[in-house]
């Protein structure tokens, strides 16, 4: 008898293919639907903004598992996972070079209007009516970085080819040779004319860029968001740019997706993004990959290759 798991967020059909083989797979619609097997669920497998809800927890008492497609370990409850014994899984190291390209090209995006002369260009305006604006100059810009991790060190690497001089803030100071760190993220603000928030999500990060922060980046300063939503208080950044008191914001994610404010979507300081950072056919294959072997280790009671529980 294969094992049987639920499917919270659709896979590359390559990947699904080798659930499918190697167990019976649930597809997640709603907590009704698995009434009639909930009893016999060991697994879960889920993207990282996604996660599990507590519901769903709730209503699976055999469950073993939590693969999650992703890094972000945010939409699970790891203290309920620790108390029940079930492990959970993520997919690090794998997505990392993909997020940090996401930063870069959102700050190109940004800082150049890419999305206003392409607009320019394909609708036919070329010609018949002024250009967009002058952008930005992107090299040697002033970088902050909210959160070093691989994210957030990858994305500073990229940066030296742009001649960046690079600040960050962390939980402590991590003594990296040629990165400054500043312990206080309003004055990492206020010295950056780029912030880029690659900070993990959760309780301990939410709306850690507020009005202050973004006050101190200031009507020259741009923001760019590849890690979660919740790190930034968005009331607080529609606002800023409402009032012209931040230059602009490049966002992958946001609070309440795929809920993004009017404010946010009509905004010509900003450039947006349906939380694709990691979505490249090569990177989705590797970490679906690691997905599939993190479960095939946990049904084969080897060790897990990526456990974070
Ligand atoms: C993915 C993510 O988009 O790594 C994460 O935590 O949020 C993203 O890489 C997601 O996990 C796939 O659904």
């Known amino acids: 008898m294969k094992p049987e798991i639920l499917l919270i967020e659709p896979m590359m059909p390559e990947i699904e293919k080798q659930l499918d083989a190697a167990y019976t797979v649930h597809r997640f619609t709603s907590v009704e639907q698995l009434k009639d097997c909930a009893g016999r669920i060991r697994g879960i497998a889920t993207g990282g903004a996604t996660g599990v809800s507590p519901a769903v927890m709730k209503s699976l008492p055999a469950l073993e598992i939590i693969a999650i497609n992703g890094i972000g ?4 409850d790891l203290n309920e996972a620790r108390r029940r014994n ?8 794998v997505l990392t070079d993909d997020v940090a390209d996401m930063a870069i090209g959102l700050i190109l995006s940004l800082l150049r209007g890419l999305p206003a002369g392409d ?3 394909r609708e036919g305006t070329w010609g018949h009516a002024p250009a967009p604006g002058l952008g930005r100059k992107v090299t040697g810009k002033k970088l902050g970085i909210v959160g070093m991790g691989h994210v957030g060190r990858a994305i500073a690497s990229r940066a030296r080819a742009f001649a960046m001089p690079v600040s960050y803030t962390d939980l402590r100071n991590l003594e990296l040779e040629g990165y400054a760190f500043v312990p206080d993220l309003k004055t990492l603000a206020q ?7 690659a ?7 939410r709306h850690l860029v507020n009005r202050e922060v973004l006050d101190g980046l200031g009507p020259d300063g741009f923001l760019i968001n ?4 919740s790190v ?5 950044l529609v606002q800023a740019l409402s009032d012209g008191t931040l230059g602009g914001a490049g966002l992958d994610v946001f609070e309440h997706e795929p809920d993004v404010p009017p404010a946010l979507r009509n905004s010509p300081r900003t450039v947006l993004q349906p939380h694709r950072a990691s979505a490249t056919v090569e990177t989705r294959l590797a970490m679906g990959n690691l997905v599939v072997r993190n479960l095939a280790a946990h049904f084969a009671t080897q060790p897990l290759l990526t456990a974070v529980v």
Do not use: F, K, M
């Not at 370990?73 to 699970?76: C, E, I, L, M, S």
């Open 191 to 197: 010295n950056s004319e780029i912030l880029v928030i």
């Open 226 to 229: 590849v890690a979660r939503g």
């Open 86 to 93: 079930i492990h959970v899984t993520t997919t690090p190291g």
């Open 73 to 76: 370990t945010d939409a699970v």
């Open 119 to 121: 607009r320019y260009v």
């Open 199 to 205: 900070a993990s999500g959760g309780a301990g990060s």
């Open 232 to 236: 930034v208080d968005e009331q607080a």
